[in-house]
């Protein structure tokens, strides 16, 4: 379907090492993108650019750190030198913390910040200058439902990141629409990956809490991400601009995200797919 080609685009993915990282760059690939993977994990990068190139397609790897506005700098700039333009930002990779509010130092805050919020907006400001002189590009951005409903569990940090990042996202579409720029933000439940599986294993009831808010009855997996990464991509998307957009088996709608102040632990990192 000509709608969903993507053949002759570029893509930047960050997080593309695993997770909804990986998949957003495998389902681009497949419909005809080129692709910037970036990721600190350089090894699982480059397992995912030895499977777009088995898709017939190119793939350079960056061990960016997207939170580094510097790094997001220099790595632009490689995507000009290899690519030349960039249609579409994945901007998926970022770190969390988990803590009780009155626990949670400023200095982990700050970090939370850095991580999904200032590092999402580098990525944004240096895909969306080259996407306004090409006069057209889209920017999927990754957020929560922690951005819209109280998770409880110790998500201050998270939520409140989370919450910017979907603001963030309305800002620039309202910025940058008419000028050919569409942002969007996907917002997940829980997403299995293997830090996700390593908790489960750790808490047996840790799964069947999670599932209690979510009707459709299963957790996440990567590939949800991959039609939707495809249509936001395309010309298929062509007037879908400033939307949030939920991927959660209908958690929001249900209502049930939260839990009240309980079961909460000491404070932890986690890759941002893992807790939504």
Avoid: K
């Amino acid at each position: 379907m000509r709608l969903f080609d993507l053949n002759g685009r570029v893509a930047v993915i960050s997080g593309a090492a695993q997770g909804l990282g990986r998949a957003t760059a495998l389902a681009l690939a497949d419909a005809g993108a080129d692709v910037m993977l970036a990721d600190r994990n350089r090894g699982g990068a480059q397992s995912t650019a030895e499977r777009v190139h088995a898709l017939g397609r190119r793939a350079v790897v960056s061990a960016c750190d997207v939170s580094d506005p510097d790094a997001v700098a220099g790595l632009f700039r490689e995507v000009d030198g290899e690519f030349g333009r960039v249609d579409f930002l994945g901007n998926i990779a970022g770190d969390g913390a988990l803590a009780r509010p009155e626990d949670l130092t400023i200095a982990d805050l700050h970090r939370v910040l850095q991580n999904l919020v200032v590092g999402r907006f580098a990525m944004c400001q240096e895909a969306g200058r080259r996407m306004l002189v090409q006069g057209r590009g889209s920017i999927m951005n990754i957020g929560s439902l922690a951005s819209t409903t109280a998770l409880g569990r110790g998500h201050i940090a998270y939520s409140m990141a989370m919450g910017a990042v979907v603001q963030m996202t309305r800002e620039l579409s309202t910025e940058w629409s008419h000028r050919g720029v569409r942002v969007n933000c996907v917002t997940p439940a829980q997403v299995v990956n293997p830090s996700l599986t390593a908790r489960m294993e750790d808490d047996p009831t840790l799964e069947s809490r999670f599932l209690r808010g979510i009707p459709a009855g299963r957790l996440g997996r990567p590939e949800d991400i991959m039609g939707l990464a495809v249509l936001l991509a395309s010309d298929a998307s062509a007037w879908i601009t400033g939307a949030i957009i939920p991927m959660d088996g209908g958690n929001l709608a249900m209502n049930a995200g939260g839990t009240p102040g309980h079961q909460l632990f000491a404070v932890q990192s986690f890759r941002v797919e893992e807790t939504r």
